[in-house]
């Protein structure tokens, strides 16, 4: 028992020693990392402890987190995070990218690093099971914004341009894909990296064998023949799987032969070789070599890179299941046929395994090869009944949301009409409260108009016969009495008596001018001109195609009182010592136009504080129909523009000679 105990801690003990031997390498040259340590040396040492086991590397990764950063720190983030992405670890390889990206960010928001550390994250984000396009996009966006803040070489633009290629495959936009591709190889058209210019190159040749024009595919493979002929690199080698495009099929197949051979020697590849054994089997299957392509199938499915990737090895197995077919060796096709159909089971298809259902028992007799060819079409329709569901479920989601969209777009209609039908009873309210208003302002109007006519009714049938009469007497008195004349005592009475007449009339002709029902308004505002001068006020009118046009009384009165009140303004308050009154009859309506040469007054003022003047000629103005434009500054005299249109009523008569 001692001995057995004393076994089991010598053993705890060598590995516990063995463990930290190499636990202390790592930290060796982690903690080396800022003197001269190799920065690919410490990546390496922590991939081979660790592998894709992220939680493993978290402590290394925090040490190095501690350390003052520089480019070596900022390259084992980024090598890091390629080796997950090569493995296949996205989301790890994300974690690492992020991390060195805020490092770099933090040191410098437009450091170079910064360029392949966002074209790193654009490939992550497209390459995740549920793609983040925009992510993607967003990234590749910001990687040629560091291109351009550091001045890069214009030839490392075929980058973004490539990955926006990517992204856009997924999205199947292929017109946006192929226009990005050729952007991308636009930039390294002339460039003397092989490995860019082929790779893009070879991308670009797929995509015009699926989607150009023979004359376009013609074109980039004259480009590409050119570009092989000129290699002289073992490198070009990885680029020339393209050779399956060509007739030559016996220098595609040296070619891919000696890649393979190449990898083969590598005991530790980053890649799998997959597509090149696929492309280089099928070559001897055209050449009916069948087993060297049953050995490339093979080695495809035994691939220790591939690890589960499910598509791979389900088309390795289909291709295995038709090579032995053609040898003629049914239960070796048998063999594979059923892994095939397990396999394709296992990722979407549960019904496979039924329909092979008493397959092996069968399969005994010479009619084995026609029951491989039976359960080959079994399998097709078995896809053709799986893409139909998805068809059929796809049609009910489009129909699902396209009555949705409806649903919501007809419900946003009604809301959208009843704010528009409450909009228009708000609008029919104001301009019902805008019609009492004027309708209270007509009356308001006629009523002062009436109280008017009445007060000069009287002043000249009353107090200006009265003053008629006493003039009359007044000439009586002369006749008998000539001392009044010696002593000037009847001159002086006689011009009273005349200026009071005069200025009864006055009076009268302003509150209501009898010229308008005689001559009309044009005729009123003749008068209104002479007693302006009358007063010392020099006035010109100018009245234009008046003749042709006759308006009612009520127009004729408002706009006589709005000449009125204007010009007495100017008159009493602005100081003026020259008038202009226009008036200009048109089909349409009348503009009239008054300037004065005074004092004028500051818009703003007027607007904050209306005085009853203005209110009563914008009152006016607005009962009419018009509109009034002041123009004014301090000092320099004032313009008013009044634009009235003529509505139904306003005009007794109008010739068309207007």
Same mark, same amino acid.
């Given at each position: 028992m001692?001995k057995?105990w &004393?076994?089991?801690?010598?053993?705890?003990?060598?590995?516990?020693?063995? !463990?930290?031997g190499?636990?202390?390498?790592v930290?060796?040259?982690?903690?080396?990392l800022s003197?001269?340590?190799?920065h690919?040396? $410490?990546?390496n040492?922590?991939?081979a402890?660790?592998?894709?086991?992220?939680s493993?590397?978290?402590?290394?990764?925090r040490?190095?987190?501690? !350390?003052?950063?520089?480019?070596?720190?900022?390259n084992v983030?980024y090598?890091?995070?390629n080796?997950?992405y090569?493995?296949?670890?996205?989301?790890?390889?994300?974690t690492?990218?992020?991390a060195?990206?805020?490092?770099?960010?933090?040191?410098?928001?437009?450091?170079p690093?910064l360029f392949? /550390?966002y074209?790193?994250?654009?490939?992550?984000?497209?390459?995740q099971k549920i793609?983040?396009?925009?992510?993607?996009?967003? /990234?590749?966006d910001?990687?040629e914004?560091?291109?351009k803040?550091?001045?890069?070489?214009?030839?490392?633009?075929?980058?973004?341009?490539y990955?926006r290629?990517?992204?856009?495959?997924i999205?199947?936009?292929?017109e946006?894909a192929?226009?990005?591709?050729?952007?991308?190889y636009d930039?390294?058209?002339?460039?003397?990296?092989?490995?860019?210019?082929?790779f893009?190159l070879?991308?670009?040749?797929e995509a015009?064998?699926?989607?150009?024009t023979?004359?376009?595919?013609?074109?980039?493979?004259?480009?590409?023949l050119l570009?092989?002929?000129?290699?002289?690199?073992?490198?070009?080698?990885n680029?020339?799987g393209?050779?399956e495009?060509?007739?030559d099929?016996e220098?595609?197949?040296?070619?891919?032969e000696?890649?393979?051979?190449?990898i083969e020697k590598?005991e530790?590849?980053d890649?799998?070789?997959?597509?090149r054994?696929i492309?280089?089997a099928e070559i001897?299957? $055209?050449?009916?070599?069948?087993?060297?392509a049953?050995?490339?199938?093979?080695?495809? %499915?035994?691939?220790?890179?591939?690890?589960?990737?499910?598509?791979?090895?389900?088309?390795?197995y289909?291709s295995l299941?038709e090579?032995?077919?053609?040898?003629n060796q049914?239960?070796e096709?048998?063999?594979?046929?059923?892994?095939?159909?397990?396999?394709?089971d296992?990722m979407s298809?549960?019904?496979?395994?039924n329909?092979?259902a008493?397959?092996?028992?069968?399969y005994?007799t010479?009619e084995?090869?026609n029951?491989?060819?039976?359960?080959?079409?079994e399998?097709?329709?078995?896809?053709?009944?799986?893409?139909?569901?998805?068809a059929?479920?796809?049609?009910?989601?489009?129909v699902f949301?396209?009555v949705?969209y409806?649903y919501?777009?007809?419900v946003k209609?009604?809301t959208?009409?009843?704010?528009?039908?409450?909009?228009?009873?708000?609008?029919?309210?104001?301009e019902?409260?805008n019609y009492?208003t004027l309708?209270s302002?007509?009356?308001?109007?006629e009523?002062?108009?009436?109280?008017?006519f009445? #007060?000069a009714?009287? +002043?000249?049938d009353?107090?200006?016969?009265?003053?008629?009469t006493?003039?009359?007497h007044?000439?009586?008195?002369?006749?008998?009495i000539?001392?009044?004349?010696?002593?000037?005592f009847?001159n002086k009475?006689n011009?009273?008596?005349?200026e009071?007449?005069?200025?009864?009339?006055?009076?009268?002709?302003?509150?209501v001018?009898?010229?308008?029902? #005689?001559?009309?308004l044009?005729?009123?505002l003749e008068?209104?001109?002479?007693?302006?001068?009358?007063?010392?006020?020099?006035?010109d009118?100018?009245?234009?195609n008046?003749?042709n046009?006759?308006?009612?009384?009520?127009?004729?009165?408002?706009?006589?009182?709005?000449v009125?009140?204007?010009?007495?303004?100017?008159?009493k308050?602005?100081?003026? &010592?020259?008038?202009f009154?226009?008036?200009?009859?048109?089909h349409?309506?009348?503009?009239?136009l008054i300037?004065?040469?005074?004092?004028?007054?500051? +818009?703003?003022?007027t607007?904050t504080?209306k005085?009853?003047? #203005?209110k009563? %000629?914008?009152?006016?103005?607005?009962?009419?129909?018009?509109?009034?434009h002041y123009d004014?500054t301090?000092?320099h005299g004032?313009t008013v523009?009044?634009?009235?249109?003529?509505r139904?009523?306003m005009?007794?008569s109008?010739n068309?000679?207007?």
């Open positions: 001692f057995t &004393t076994f089991i801690i010598l053993i705890i003990i060598k590995l516990t020693i063995t !463990l930290t190499q636990q202390d390498s930290l060796m040259s982690i903690r080396n003197a001269d340590e190799s690919m040396n $410490t990546v040492l922590i991939t402890k660790c592998g894709t086991d992220l493993c590397m978290m402590p290394y990764i040490l190095i987190n501690d !350390l003052p950063v520089d480019e070596k720190i900022l983030y090598f890091l995070g080796h997950f090569r493995k296949g670890s996205v989301n790890d390889s994300k690492v990218y992020l060195g990206m805020k490092k770099a960010e933090r040191l410098n928001k437009n450091h690093a392949n /550390y074209s790193s994250l654009c490939n992550v984000y497209n390459m793609v983040q396009a925009d992510s993607a996009l967003f /990234y590749i910001e990687s914004k560091i291109l803040a550091n001045q890069m070489d214009v030839e490392n633009y075929w980058k973004p341009n990955n290629n990517s992204v856009y495959i999205l199947r936009n292929y946006k192929d226009e990005y591709l050729a952007k991308s930039y390294l058209k002339n460039s003397s990296n092989r490995m860019n210019k082929g893009v070879f991308t670009l040749l015009t064998k699926k989607r150009g023979t004359k376009q595919f013609k074109k980039y493979l004259d480009e590409f570009f092989k002929k000129s290699g002289t690199k073992q490198l070009d080698i680029h020339l393209i050779m495009l060509f007739t099929k220098e595609a197949q040296i070619f891919l000696e890649s393979l051979r190449r590598n530790k590849p890649d799998s070789a997959d597509a054994r492309k280089l001897y299957n $055209t050449k009916g070599e069948t087993d060297k049953i050995e490339q199938y093979k080695k495809v %499915i035994t691939d220790p890179v591939l690890k589960d990737r499910g598509i791979v090895f389900r088309n390795a289909y299941y090579a032995y077919k053609n040898k049914p239960e096709a048998y063999k594979w046929i059923e892994k095939y159909i397990a396999l394709e296992s298809n549960e019904t496979f395994k329909q092979v008493g397959y092996e028992v069968r005994q010479k084995k090869e029951q491989l060819y039976k359960q080959e079409l399998i097709k329709n078995a896809s053709l009944k799986s893409r139909t569901l998805l059929l479920l796809a049609i009910l989601v489009i949301i396209t949705g409806f919501f777009k007809n209609f009604k959208q009409m009843m704010v528009k039908d409450k909009e228009i009873n708000e609008q029919k309210i104001r019902l409260e009492n309708l302002l007509n009356s308001v109007i009523g002062q108009e009436s109280e008017r009445r #007060i009714k009287d +002043l000249h009353g107090l200006g016969g009265l003053l008629t006493i003039k009359a007044f000439q009586t008195i002369q006749k008998d000539q001392q009044l004349e010696q002593i000037n009847y009475t011009k009273l008596i005349d009071a007449c005069i200025e009864v009339r006055r009076i009268a002709h302003d509150m001018p009898y010229s308008i029902k #005689i001559n009309g044009s005729g009123a008068d209104l001109r002479e007693g302006i001068e009358m007063r010392g006020l020099p006035c009118l100018e009245i234009f008046s003749e046009l006759l308006l009612n009384e009520q127009a004729s009165n408002m706009i006589y009182r709005t009125q009140e204007i010009t007495t303004n100017a008159v308050h602005a100081k003026a &010592t020259k008038l009154i226009q008036l200009v009859y048109f349409e309506g009348l503009n009239i300037e004065d040469n005074g004092t004028g007054f500051d +818009l703003t003022q607007q504080g005085g009853i003047g #203005i009563s %000629i914008e009152s006016r103005v607005r009962y009419l129909g018009g509109k009034i004014s301090s000092g004032t523009n009044i634009e009235i249109p003529f139904e009523g005009v007794l109008k068309d000679e207007i």
